[in-house]
């Protein structure tokens, strides 16, 4: 099962752009730190890059904080990075 569920801070927004079937893309990157992991002493801290399509893409925030959820996949057909395609997502607490 390929899902995934991430809580993070928005670091960095694009614009939104448009498929030719005029849906709504945004890409952004999430900045994600564990620090539960230290007394193990491994400190956890990333940026990944991710895309949510769709009605959602009006409604994310920079430098907000959320718990997102989804799957990884391919950035393209061509490309073998990985970018996390955002399903949900709700403000985190």
């Known amino acids: ?55 959602l893409v009006k409604k994310i925030e920079l430098n907000n904080d959320y718990q997102f959820k989804g799957f990884l996949d391919k950035r393209s057909q061509k490309s073998s990075q990985l970018t996390f395609h955002v399903q949900e997502y709700k403000t985190r607490s």
Do not use: C, S, W
């Open 1 to 55: 099962m390929n899902e995934l569920i991430l809580d993070g801070t928005v670091v960095e927004l694009d614009d939104i752009r448009f498929t030719p079937g005029n849906v709504p893309i945004r890409n952004f990157k999430i900045h994600f730190k564990d620090l539960t992991r230290k007394q193990l002493y491994k400190h956890v801290e990333f940026e990944i890059n991710a895309l949510v399509v769709g009605d």
